[in-house]
């Protein structure tokens, strides 16, 4: 399997409004190879919702942050970090 078709990305939850994606990018840069961060806002408003995601280059990174970051404070905030889920493909219909 190609390294492209596999993402070590981590779900970032409980951010606090002033966290923007660089700062995020920094808060995990320890822990291995960022290859993206990203706070997900409101498509209609613009506005944070106070979670992101954090990609990774390997795996180890990935649970070497969940682990060392979890319960962590960033910013003011206790954050919540876990794998992400993959958004898979189904679907409502």
């Given at each position: ?59 180890q990174s990935m649970?070497?942050?969940i682990e060392g ?25």
């Open positions: 399997m190609a390294s492209a078709d596999v993402e070590y990305c981590c779900f970032v939850g409980g951010l606090a409004w002033a966290t923007d994606d660089r700062s995020l990018e920094r808060a995990f840069s320890s822990f291995g190879e960022v290859i993206e961060s990203k706070i997900i806002s409101d498509h209609e408003t613009g506005r944070l919702r106070g979670f992101g995601f954090v990609t990774f280059s390997n795996e649970r070497d942050a970051m979890n319960g962590q404070n960033l910013d003011g905030r206790s954050i919540i970090v876990n794998e992400a889920q993959s958004r898979g493909s189904g679907g409502g219909g």
